[in-house]
């Protein structure tokens, strides 16, 4: 039996342990999780620092160095997340609808677990325990298949983990971390038919196509991240400064920050200078139109499709001078990944213009777009952020991580 399917065999295996388990049973599993996260802290800084070096021997930008680094504040952050999933609800069980049929049938409609879920995702090791810790809470087996970039990091905190598991008595397999970084284990991953009833990925726009162009299991498309925002016409300025330099600036590498600017050709020329004042304070490399190069100068280059397109996860942007609201809404129709999308305006109008035009999991108005996260959104820890339609959109918590079954009652029915 091979690597790959081995791990299904195991997932299976552990599946009736974790889909029956009592809420206290998952708890206990997880605070156990958390307390094993504390204690070898020192050992997962030093595993980290390992992808650290590698990562920065082999020319990773910084501030995808930034996106694979773990340091007491982001285990903290884990553990933070953790406890807070351990005070959510448990949605394994609730009942959703019920009703009685003419004929006497009880039909009561309950959330249940998935079964068992991989997720193959890049760079930033936290997902590791904010995904495992999630399909654990909501009854789920899963397997793990990280980036070769943080393995020393994910194989490390897998075993905490693992070990966390055994010691509440519940299997280890609950959670199993693909130790083989190939293309092969991948792609078989992607095709375990029979052993992985959903596949979720997380990462870059390139790694969510190859996944769900290459998988013949279900999934999930989550992640990519060419968000914008549109200052109107009628924008504050200070306010619209102060919400793009957060939603650029602030982490870059993430999929919540912005790639694209979009301006109102009525508000560019007080605008553009005070943002490009705000950009120079990070170095932001700026792409723009022939009118931003004309409102901000040679320092500028010129923006093309290519750009425009770009998920940067760096300190660049894209940026457009529009004519009008319908502009900037074709424009993000046309490059949008259906993350998320701002608007920054005094008009009601406008704001509900955009939210009702724009086709995206999360739109906002007069508010960063860095907010779309589990975390931000009262869900706890996410496993990433649904750009799809069917089954779940935007940030993906719990419930997402549950499907419905019909529970039917008779005494003697028959059709």
Do not use: W
Not at 373 to 380: A, I, K, N, R, S
Not at 385 to 411: C, F, W
């Amino acid at each position: 039996m091979n690597y790959v399917l081995q791990l299904g065999v195991n997932a299976k295996a552990a599946e009736a342990a974790i889909a029956g388990a009592s809420t206290n049973l998952k708890n206990m599993a997880l605070d156990a999780v958390a307390k094993a996260l504390i204690e070898n802290s020192d050992l997962i800084i030093e595993e980290n620092s390992k992808d650290l070096k590698l990562a920065d021997e082999n020319g990773m930008s910084k501030a995808m160095q930034d996106r694979l680094k773990l340091d007491e504040n982001r285990i903290s952050g884990m553990v933070k997340s953790i406890n807070e999933l351990i005070a959510l609800t448990d949605p394994v069980g609730q009942v959703t609808d019920g009703f009685v049929r003419p004929n006497g049938l009880r039909i009561t409609k309950t959330r249940v677990p998935l079964g068992v879920i991989g997720i193959i995702f890049e760079s930033r090791p936290n997902v590791t325990v904010d995904a495992a810790a999630l399909c654990l809470k909501a009854g789920n087996a899963v397997i793990l298949k990280g980036g070769k970039e943080a393995i020393n990091s994910n194989i490390c905190l897998g075993k905490i983990m693992r070990q966390a598991l055994k010691s509440v008595g519940l299997p280890a397999d609950i959670i199993q971390v693909v130790e083989n970084t190939s293309r092969e284990t991948t792609n078989e991953l992607m095709k375990l038919n029979g052993y992985i009833d959903v596949l979720i990925p997380r990462g870059s726009a390139r790694l969510i196509q190859a996944v769900v162009n290459t998988a013949t299991v279900p999934v999930i498309e989550t992640g990519a991240g060419n968000c914008h925002v549109y200052v109107d016409s009628s924008a504050d300025i200070e306010m619209a400064a102060n919400i793009t330099d957060n939603a650029k600036t602030q982490r870059p590498s993430v999929c919540n920050a912005i790639e694209s600017l979009l301006v109102h050709k009525d508000a560019a020329e007080k605008f553009l200078p005070v943002i490009a004042d705000r950009f120079k304070t990070h170095n932001v490399k700026i792409y723009g139109c022939d009118k931003t190069i004309e409102i901000l100068g040679d320092s500028v280059e010129k923006a093309s499709e290519t750009e425009y397109a770009t998920e940067f996860n760096d300190y660049v942007i894209a940026v457009k001078v529009v004519d009008s609201i319908d502009e900037a809404i074709a424009h993000i129709r046309k490059y949008s990944t259906r993350h998320s999308e701002c608007i920054v305006t005094k008009s009601l109008d406008a704001a509900r213009k955009f939210q009702k035009e724009v086709d995206a999991a999360a739109v906002y108005v007069n508010a960063s777009t860095r907010f779309t996260d589990g975390g931000e959104f009262g869900l706890g820890a996410e496993i990433g952020i649904s750009t799809q339609k069917l089954h779940a959109r935007g940030p993906m918590g719990l419930m997402e991580l549950t499907t419905v079954k019909y529970l039917i009652d008779g005494n003697g029915q028959i059709r």
